[in-house]
């Protein structure tokens, strides 16, 4: 989204999100992103082919997020909009690639700077602000205090250096701040991804199911 907000005056007909990581039919890939582009679907053809026709002449940047589930459906809808647009940009967030051409891919790296050969282990990571950042705005968002004691502030930095500055772990523990005071959370973090496997009914399919992180490449 930071992207995204950085690049609007790139692209004369605006930026344009679709969120997919509610989304669980990927036939439906195609309505999803007509729907936040405000095109009906007459039912006349195809809905990807009134987009491209649609988008041919724009010019665009579509950022399609949580790709990850619906991989398959999302690279032929990406696809078909790269051949028929060629103004049109699209930035996708998954954990693989596309493997569309013109692909470039970006890895996201983890919120820390290990100093030393021992790679992520806890004690050879120092997470950097953005890290705890990241944890207190998503513990705000849980409607937790944001008022947080220095003890509490040091035991966020430690929690953050645990889970290795993963930004996907650090919200998920920051959403278990809503039940759990942070030093318990702290000292249930011994198995460090067990405990985030239960979070909120809400998440996403792919970050709320137990045993979901192995995408994070731990």
Request: net charge negative; glycine share 6%; with cysteine.
């Given at each position: 989204m930071q992207v995204a907000a950085s690049r609007v005056s790139d692209f004369a007909d605006g930026v344009w999100f679709v969120e997919l990581g509610g989304l669980r039919d990927s036939t439906l890939v195609p309505q999803a992103v007509a729907t936040v582009l405000g095109v009906h679907d007459d039912g006349a053809r195809p809905i990807i082919d009134t987009l491209c026709e649609l988008l041919r002449s724009r010019r665009l940047l579509l950022v399609i997020?949580?790709?990850?589930?619906?991989?398959?459906?999302?690279?032929?809808?990406?696809?078909?909009?790269?051949?028929?647009?060629?103004?049109?940009?699209?930035?996708?967030?998954?954990?693989?690639?596309?493997?569309?051409?013109?692909?470039?891919v970006w890895r996201v790296k983890p919120l820390s700077d290990p100093h030393t050969s021992e790679g992520f282990a806890a004690q050879a990571v120092s997470v950097t602000p953005d890290a705890v950042r990241l944890f207190l705005e998503r513990a705000a968002g849980w409607h937790v205090d944001e008022h947080w004691?220095?003890?509490?502030?040091?035991?966020?930095?430690?929690?953050?250096?645990?889970?290795?500055?993963?930004?996907?772990?650090?919200?998920?523990?920051a959403a278990r701040a809503r039940a759990l005071p942070v030093q318990e959370l702290e000292n249930q973090l011994a198995n460090r991804f067990q405990i985030l496997g239960s979070g909120s009914r809400s998440l996403p399919k792919r970050l709320a199911e137990p045993g979901s992180h192995g995408g994070l490449e731990l």
């Amino acid at each position: 989204m930071q992207v995204a907000a950085s690049r609007v005056s790139d692209f004369a007909d605006g930026v344009w999100f679709v969120e997919l990581g509610g989304l669980r039919d990927s036939t439906l890939v195609p309505q999803a992103v007509a729907t936040v582009l405000g095109v009906h679907d007459d039912g006349a053809r195809p809905i990807i082919d009134t987009l491209c026709e649609l988008l041919r002449s724009r010019r665009l940047l579509l950022v399609i997020d949580s790709c990850d589930h619906l991989i398959d459906s999302c690279a032929a809808v990406i696809d078909a909009l790269r051949a028929a647009c060629p103004d049109v940009r699209v930035l996708a967030t998954s954990r693989e690639p596309l493997n569309v051409g013109g692909e470039m891919v970006w890895r996201v790296k983890p919120l820390s700077d290990p100093h030393t050969s021992e790679g992520f282990a806890a004690q050879a990571v120092s997470v950097t602000p953005d890290a705890v950042r990241l944890f207190l705005e998503r513990a705000a968002g849980w409607h937790v205090d944001e008022h947080w004691t220095e003890r509490e502030s040091d035991c966020i930095e430690r929690i953050c250096k645990r889970l290795d500055g993963i930004p996907l772990a650090i919200e998920l523990a920051a959403a278990r701040a809503r039940a759990l005071p942070v030093q318990e959370l702290e000292n249930q973090l011994a198995n460090r991804f067990q405990i985030l496997g239960s979070g909120s009914r809400s998440l996403p399919k792919r970050l709320a199911e137990p045993g979901s992180h192995g995408g994070l490449e731990l």
